[in-house]
């Protein structure tokens, strides 16, 4: 089973801030918080990931709060290609240990 | 680079056959995985292969089984189908070697399969 909670659906404005939580409530010492986004009929995108400091690429933004129990990505400026499942997954850091996927949020930008 | 390739992207099979499905990794990719996704019970792991080896293994029935060759493609084979093997069935690959610090997978579009 997934070990993290989010939202089922989020909306967001086109060039607006779009901020997706993740409760991971249970996450361990050596587990990573990984970010990857489904658009309609594609295969996921991963997107970035981070262990307990925030992280950004050119993608997106990670922050991890300092007890690591949640996290919160962000897209600086949403754009209708941004339009997707967001899924955040919590993962050992070696071993290339399954991705567990959960529900993720539907997030849809709206011009 | 060339990204993660699976063949066919469409399939329609009938109850009862077998089905074998393709996924060419990005070069230099050792590990492949295998994900089945439906609109019930979302994206679930399959299996991984590394080094032609399978290295995990996730909760499905023995009619689900795969194989990776010396080039890191890999193939997955479903057989006896059934209309609940209907899904799009993702690969994914990544550089991670055993014992390695995760990197992040890279998916390929899928292959979405109906049983008919």
């Known amino acids: 089973d997934a070990k993290t909670t989010q939202p089922t659906s989020m909306d967001c404005a086109e060039g607006r801030a779009a901020n997706l939580p993740c409760n991971h409530s249970?996450?361990?010492?050596?587990?990573?918080v990984y970010w990857y986004r489904q658009i309609h009929s594609q295969g996921p995108q991963y997107i970035i990931h981070?262990?307990?400091n925030n992280e950004t690429n050119e993608m997106a933004s990670l922050i991890i709060t300092e007890d690591r129990k949640s996290s919160t990505l962000i897209l600086p400026h949403a754009t209708l290609r941004d339009t997707a499942v967001y899924y955040c997954i919590v993962r050992v850091g070696v071993g290339n240990t399954p991705l567990v996927f959960g529900k993720g949020t539907r997030l849809s930008v709206i011009a | 680079k060339a990204g993660v390739t699976q063949t066919p992207r469409y399939l329609i099979k009938t109850r009862g056959q077998q089905v074998t499905l393709s996924c060419s990794p990005i070069s230099g990719h050792r590990s492949v995985s295998w994900y089945q996704q439906t609109p019930g019970q979302g994206l679930q792991f399959l299996f991984e292969y590394f080094s032609e080896t399978q290295r995990n293994k996730g909760n499905f029935p023995g009619r689900f089984s795969g194989r990776q060759f010396s080039n890191s493609r890999s193939e997955m084979n479903v057989s006896t189908l059934e209309l609940g093997d209907s899904a799009l069935y993702l690969c994914?690959?990544?550089?991670?070697?055993?014992?390695?610090?995760?990197?992040?997978?890279?998916f390929g579009q899928g292959t979405r399969l109906t049983v008919v």
């Open positions: 249970t996450i361990s010492g050596n587990e990573y």
């Open positions: 994914a690959s990544s550089s991670a070697a055993l014992r390695a610090r995760n990197t992040e997978a890279f």
């Open positions: 981070g262990l307990k």
